[in-house]
């Protein structure tokens, strides 16, 4: 499974690296986050217990975080859940006077023979999607200083 979606944010690079990069403001910034605990930090890896919701239903994930300030990156390896092995990309590039925001995700769902429908149609169109796309919205929101 291969997502990808991107979003044009009126602010620098830097800026969004800075908001995106520092997991302890998500659950802060994202409504609908419920919880992001840091469980440690060591040589530039941050992990991550986080839990948000797509509606009502809770959804929760263990990620390895390792942000590259110089080329505006940051990366997830997801180590817990339904989504483990999950890889994810934030990436930062300058555009038209702002940033386009983008976040990837990859995931092999080893499961016989339903594992490939399942990750495109249900955890990528139905989860991931949603919830990122929200999750960019609410942080084009904070960094165009809607909240």
């Known amino acids: 499974m291969h997502s990808e979606i991107s979003i044009w944010i009126n602010a620098t690079t830097d800026t969004l690296f800075d908001l995106v990069s520092d997991l302890s403001r998500w659950e802060r910034a994202l409504p609908h986050y419920r919880y992001v605990r840091i469980l440690r930090r060591e040589n530039g890896l941050t992990h991550a217990a986080m839990g948000a919701r ?25 180590v817990r859940g339904i989504t483990r092995g999950m890889e994810v990309l934030w990436s ?38 949603p919830i990122a796309g929200k999750t960019l919205r609410c942080f084009k929101a904070l960094a165009e200083g809607g909240r």
Do not use: K, N
Not at 56 to 76: C, G, M, N, S, Y
Not at 99 to 106: C, M, Y
């Open 54 to 78: 797509r509606g009502p239903v809770p959804v929760f994930w263990e990620a390895l975080q390792w942000a590259d300030r110089a080329a505006h990156t940051i990366r997830f390896r997801h």
């Open 92 to 129: 930062f590039e300058e555009e038209r006077g702002g940033t386009r925001a983008r976040i990837q995700h990859d995931l092999d769902l080893a499961w016989p023979i339903v594992g490939r429908w399942i990750s495109d149609r249900v955890i990528a169109r139905e989860f991931i999607e």
